[in-house]
């Protein structure tokens, strides 16, 4: 339900030690339900990504990346703009 300006990717359990990543290629935690290419949207759960914009009231939708497999996989590259749904 939030974004801030500046999105990133833990690299690892420490993010001092094992980097933040801004801008390539990243496996998530969760399926982004999506084919190669296909939109993926900042998620409505803390840390992930989804398949579809999310549409509930008070909702952030953000494009954090595009699908690199069907899976898990995105190339990840935040818009650096987004709406509150309302």
Same mark, same amino acid.
């Given at each position: 339900?939030?974004?801030?300006?500046?999105?990133? +990717?833990?690299?690892?359990?420490?993010?001092?030690? *094992?980097?933040?990543? +801004?801008?390539?290629? +990243?496996?998530? *935690?969760?399926?982004?339900?999506?084919?190669?290419?296909?939109?993926?949207?900042?998620?409505?759960?803390?840390?992930?990504?989804?398949?579809?914009?999310?549409?509930?009231?008070?909702? &952030?939708?953000?494009?954090?990346?595009?699908?690199?497999?069907?899976?898990?996989?995105?190339?990840?590259?935040?818009?650096?703009?987004?709406?509150? &749904?309302?």
């Amino acid at each position: 339900s939030t974004s801030t300006p500046l999105l990133a +990717v833990a690299l690892g359990a420490n993010s001092t030690t *094992n980097g933040m990543l +801004v801008r390539g290629l +990243v496996k998530l *935690n969760a399926t982004h339900g999506g084919a190669v290419g296909d939109y993926v949207y900042l998620s409505t759960s803390a840390g992930r990504g989804q398949g579809s914009a999310p549409s509930g009231t008070g909702d &952030i939708v953000r494009i954090i990346g595009h699908g690199a497999d069907a899976t898990d996989t995105i190339y990840f590259n935040p818009a650096n703009s987004w709406v509150e &749904i309302s």
